[in-house]
Structures are given as C-alpha cells and as structure tokens.
C-alpha cells in the first residue's frame, strides 16, 4: 500500500524557517511528480508548489513564490518544502501529494496523499 508520510511540522514565529519532509513508501518515487498543498482553518485545500518527476519545471502559489521552495532527493524517496520568511496566512495543514500523470498542482491531479503535518505560524 502506498504510503506518503509528512515529518516537520510545528509552531514557528513569522518570519522564521522551517523545513517539511514526505517520505514516500511503496511506489517508484522517480516516476512521480510531487507537490504540496495546504487546508488553513475554514478554507479549501490549496496547492503550494509542484515539481515535476525530473526536477525541471516547477511550479509555486503566487502566495509563496521567492519563500518556498520544493526539492526531493530520490535516492532517499523524498520530498521537501523549505518555508522561509513564514507568515500567519501560511498556516495550515500542509499535504504531500504525488501524481503520476503530471505535476499536481491540482487536487484532481493527485493519485496519492499523505496524511498532512500541522504548521501554525505565530504572529
């Protein structure tokens, strides 16, 4: 069974760093694209960033575009989200997601998720 699990999360002040992990289990990491999403409190999920199986194209909310930034390591089948310069509106809970069929930067464009790891930035 497919198994996407989100490490990092916390409570962090604004303007501090933090750095997620998705570690990916029982599917070939290096055929999927990957990408993150976030569900804040009342509001629908949304896509963060997604980044192609390649690691070529990438895409980013306008919300965190020169804050976020998506790696994976496919030697260790995971994926990244380094949050820089976080803010109140960033938190949330933020989702691993993978897609097989391209980068997912939609919901219905994702064949797997994780759990999600809450992020709660203080103002």
């Known amino acids: 069974q497919v198994h996407l699990s989100e490490y990092g999360g916390g409570l962090v002040q604004a303007g501090d760093s933090l750095r997620l992990s998705c570690v990916v289990s029982?599917?070939?990491?290096?055929?999927?694209?990957m990408g993150w999403f976030r569900k804040a409190p009342g509001k629908e999920r949304e896509f963060v960033v997604a980044?192609?199986?390649?690691?070529?194209?990438?895409n980013y909310a306008d919300s965190v575009k020169g804050r976020f930034t998506i790696s994976r390591d496919n030697a260790k089948n995971t994926v990244y989200l380094q949050m820089n310069d976080v803010k109140s509106e960033d938190t949330a809970v933020y989702y691993c997601?993978?897609?097989?069929?391209?980068?997912?930067?939609?919901?219905?464009?994702?064949?797997?998720w994780g759990q999600g790891t809450q992020v709660t930035v203080s103002s």
């Open positions: 029982e599917l070939t990491f290096s055929l999927y694209h």
């Open positions: 997601a993978a897609s097989l069929l391209g980068i997912p930067t939609t919901e219905r464009t994702v064949n797997h």
């Open positions: 980044q192609s199986r390649s690691g070529d194209v990438t």
